[in-house]
């Protein structure tokens, strides 16, 4: 399980105090990433910046849209046994408002994501994407280039003009994808339950299973493990899914921040999965 930077929380929670994420900024197909020497290539972007207390950075440094939720899905029939699986890593905007539904990007809208992971120099990528973000509609490839398209061309960090001369085709797709992998390892949500005594129950049939947690029950799992509560979020009484929010350290280190959004659950059927993986 992930252990918690407490002293970097503490630090974090008291740059951000006083509601500091209501910064004034375009929208992201407003956005004008600019032509070089604005840019800087990722190994020159200050480590020290985070997302939505400057509206000045530039926004191959620090993302634009710089408040996140990563949305863990629990689906009884996919994934492995003891894992939640991957539904997306969606941006906001500083102010927690939804960006285009078709996305930021419409030249980078990519159909062929599947083609793009077998060829990342990342060996393990594709496998790991099957295993982890399974599509519950059995069209992988369908899903992956939706959550793409509509999510990923907005992070601005992974704009191919942020790589500057660097820039190989298609690298900031296999980044965007293995970035929310690693997201989800590491805050294993899983496992996060578990440490609390919360643990799927026996399968149980019909629309309102009596097995069930509270609501408080999973929030406080949740803030044990990490400091801060996510939303959870039911159909019914069934367990859909766990958002978890972050804003970003730098270009790329997510650090878990207080919800934005509303759950969904009252009482909680946290069932086993049925599947043998």
């Known amino acids: 399980m992930h252990l918690l930077n407490f002293p970097l929380l503490f630090a974090l929670a008291a740059a951000l105090s006083d509601h500091p994420l209501v910064v004034q900024q375009t929208g992201p197909h407003d956005i004008d990433l600019g032509t070089p020497p604005a840019h800087r290539a990722p190994d020159t972007c200050p480590i020290d910046t985070i997302s939505c207390q400057r509206a000045d950075i530039d926004p191959c440094c620090s993302p634009t849209n710089g408040l996140l939720v990563l949305a863990q899905q629990w689906d009884t029939r996919w994934g492995p046994s003891d894992q939640f699986t991957v539904h997306g890593l969606w941006p906001d905007t500083c102010q927690g408002k939804q960006l285009p539904t078709n996305g930021c990007d419409p030249a980078r809208a990519y159909t062929n994501i599947t083609d793009i992971l077998a060829r990342s120099q990342d060996a393990r990528l594709l496998s790991d994407m099957a295993t982890f973000w399974p599509s519950n509609k059995g ?58 005594g919360i643990v799927p129950t026996e399968p149980e049939s019909g629309r309102r299973p009596k097995n069930t947690y509270s609501l408080e029950q999973f929030k406080q799992a949740i803030k044990s493990a990490w400091g801060v509560e996510p939303n959870v979020k039911c159909r019914g009484r069934r367990l859909q899914e766990v958002w978890l929010w972050f804003q970003v350290r730098g270009r790329d280190t997510y650090y878990p921040v207080e919800p934005w959004g509303q759950d969904t659950c009252n009482r909680i059927s946290y069932q086993q999965k049925t599947n043998t993986a």
């Not at 907005?154 to 820039?167: D, E, F, I, W």
């Not at 296999?174 to 440490?195: M, P, Q, T």
């Open 139 to 196: 069209d992988n490839n369908w899903f992956w280039a939706h959550e793409w398209s509509k999510h990923g061309t907005c992070v601005t960090t992974l704009h191919p003009r942020c790589y500057a001369s660097a820039y190989k085709p298609f690298e900031e797709v296999s980044e965007y994808f293995r970035s929310i992998l690693d997201l989800r390892a590491k805050y294993n949500v899983h496992a996060a339950l578990n440490a609390s």
